[in-house]
Every structure is written in structure tokens, then in C-alpha cells.
């Protein structure tokens, strides 16, 4: 069969497909209904997270359950309508975080993780992108001693099983290092070796730009039908068509609707987040991005300024957007940090985090359909692992006999067993 390939959904892990297939010598046509990193891929907190080896688990714990039982903390808001067909998803979501199942599913988690790094370098080199990132890491602020407590003990795990390299500053510590911080805080993590974009719509835009320079075709079309015809696939858009013997889907939050008419049905679900650009007073600007564990928001030092972005919103993906959220973490944030200055957009952006059940990504074969690839369901860490994920993704197609990691825990089939 010829190395043709279409590849539907131009993010960050679409982008990093098509790079990846175009290194390997395959014809690639990349499909999206907008410009290159306009969906999820848009707004994140632009960490590069080396250090995430554990996926974000369901909270089991009862008192942090309460918490967000009133629905006041923009670490999770909640629509009640939006919860009844989430129950099947969430039901799996309860029981993988478990915390025996959880050290489980790190070691696949992990596995992409730790190569998240060189994977990141090696498109930024080819695509002239190193410009975009910043080193430094990225700082954990606990207000809680319990939390800060558990969290050394959980870093501590991660040096020794996935070579994670951090510093634990007490309150005297972090104040030392970030004056600009209002003290109160029980203490923080500083995980070094993360890396941070100061624009993460800019690397998706470079990779677009060297995809086309080497001959790829960007076909910028809403995808209106997918048709399995003959030993390949056609792809429909309102204006034209293409046709290939591979087709990968990487459509993020939207790629389950793809699916379902081939009768693939995974238990997944969308995070909400959202963001909103400040300018920074004051006599010194926060230096690296910081994390309020309990504050449940980012802060992150960008090219157009100081982007706030909240956690999870459990709402229906199409919902109107909420102003809740990010008032909540705009709240938090500037009780942290006095230098929070006045908003920069006109509204905050929304963005949707693909969600799995077992919190493991969707990567590989759909076994029932010859030719069709799957590529999706990266929730917190899209961004991180976009690039691992695209060479992971061209080594099946390339049929190589031992692929950098074993893709048989994100196989898309796992959830039928
Ligand atoms: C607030 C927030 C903060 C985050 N922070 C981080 C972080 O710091 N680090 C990290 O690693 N991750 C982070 N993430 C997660 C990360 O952004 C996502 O996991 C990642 O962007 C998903 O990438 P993707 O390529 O799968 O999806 P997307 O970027 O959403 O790309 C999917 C593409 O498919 C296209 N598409 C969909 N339907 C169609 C159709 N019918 N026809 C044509 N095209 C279609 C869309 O237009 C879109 O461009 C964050 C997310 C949010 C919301």
C-alpha cells in the first residue's frame, strides 16, 4: 500500500502526526475546519509537564469531596444537567484512581511522560521553534501542610521510578524565591525540569509552516463525512474530498463523534478550561508559572501577558461558557499575587480537554476498520505528550517491530475487556 496518509484535526498531537509520518517519507494531508492550534491546543498553561507522571485522578478523598460539593472552587465547577450521561465515564474515571490502580496506570502514563522532553526538542529543532520555549520548570504552591506533605512524598516516587527532578521549598524558602508571592503559603514544589511555551499557538503554527515547506497539504475544511470505500477512506468536506489507504483521526474532544458510526463507543468525557490574559503591576513580574493546588488555577508569564487558566468545568461540551470559573480563579489568584493586573481580552477563551476514563490516552488501530487510526483523549497533558504521541503513532503505521514505548495500554479496544 502506498505511504499516503489523511490525518484529520491540525492540534498540537495532529500536528505532530503529520511532522512525524512527513519525516518517515509519507504523503500527508492535514485536515481541520480552522487555522493550525485554534481548537484545545489554543490556550492551555503552555508547561511541557516532565514531571506529570501521574494523570489527574477523581478525588476520593472525602473532604476534598466536600469542597467541591459547594461548587465554589474553580479547581472543578460542576453543571448538575450535564452529569447524568457522564455517570458510565465517571463510574471508570472513580475506579481507575483508585490509589493501587492509579501507581498502574502511571507506569503507562509515565511512559509517554518521560520522553515528552526530547520528543518536544527534536519537532522544535526541525521546525525552528526552540524560541518558544522557556526553561526554569514550574512551581506547586500548597496552602494545605497535609497537601504540601503528601505531595513531597508523591515527588519522592516519582525521582526514584521515573528520574523526576525537583526542589521542596518551605514558606521561608519560596519567599526567598518568589517575593512577589504573597506569603501564607504552606510551601511548594519546584519541578525543574518542565519546560514552558510563551505561546503555544505559535509552536502549532510552526509546525504547520515546515509541514507545508516540506510539501504537505493543509486542507482547511469542517470534515462533513468519513466513508470507508474500497482499501482506504474518503474524507468529505463541503468543498472537497480526499481520499488514502490511512486515515487518523485527531479531532480531541470531537473525535468520539467520528467514531461512534463505526461502532467504537469509549468512555470518554470533556474537562472545560478557560483562560484570560492580564498585564503584571508592580515592581517585579512573576518569573515561571505557578500552580495554586488549592486555588485550582494556573498563572503563567506569556508573550501577550500574565494567562490565567482554570481547572476542570464538568459541562456539556457544546454548553455556553460560564463566567463562573474564571472569576473564581481570578479571585484566588489575586489574593496569591498582588501584581495581577487588568484583563487583556474582551472574554475569557474556553477550551475542552479530551477525557478518558481510565485517563489514558486513545492511541492506535480501530481493530474493526482496516486503516483507521486513532489519536485523542490526552486530557490534562495534550500538549506534553502531542509530540511523543506523533512519533508513536508513525511507528505503528510503519510497522515497526519495537516502538519507543508499547502502545498496547492506550489501545483503543482496552475498554471492551
Ligand atoms: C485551560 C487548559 C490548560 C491546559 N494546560 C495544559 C498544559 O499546561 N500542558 C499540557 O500538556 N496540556 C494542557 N492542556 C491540555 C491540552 O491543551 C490538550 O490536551 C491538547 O491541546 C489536546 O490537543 P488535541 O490536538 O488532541 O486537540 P485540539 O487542539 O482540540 O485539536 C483538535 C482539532 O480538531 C479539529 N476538528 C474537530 N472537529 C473537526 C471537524 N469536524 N472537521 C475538521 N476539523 C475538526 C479542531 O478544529 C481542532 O483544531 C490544557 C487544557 C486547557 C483547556
Redesign the pocket.
Known sequence: MTKSVMV???????LSVALQLQLRGWQVQL????AA?????Y???????REAVFPQPFPRDVHELWRYAGNRSSRAQYRWKALPPLAPAFMRYWRSSRPDRLQRTAKDYGALIRHCLEDHMALAALTDASDLYRPGGWVQLFQDPRHWQAESEAAAYKRLHFDVDYAVWDAPALEAQLPMLRTGVAGAIHWTQPLALIEPVALSQAYLRTFQQRGGEFVRE??RGLHKVGAGWRVEGEQQRGEAPWLVL?????TADWTKPFGYHAPVFVKR???QHYTQQGETALPLPVLDSEGGYVLAPMRRGLRL??GAEFARRDDAPSLRPLQLAEAAARKMYPGLGQALDPQPWL????CTGDMLPIIGPLQSQPGLFLA?G?????????PSTGRLVAQMLENEAHPFVDPLPYRPERFRA
Open positions: 484529520v484535526g491540525a492540534g498540537i498531537v495532529g485536515w481541520d475546519r480552522q492550534g485554534e481548537g484545545t491546543s490556550g492551555n498553561a503552555g508547561l511541557i509537564q469542517e470534515i485527531t479531532m480531541g474532544a470531537w478550561g478557560y483562560h487558566t482554570t477550551g475542552h480537554r479530551p485523542f490526552h486530557c490534562h497533558q495534550g500538549l506534553t505528550m502531542g
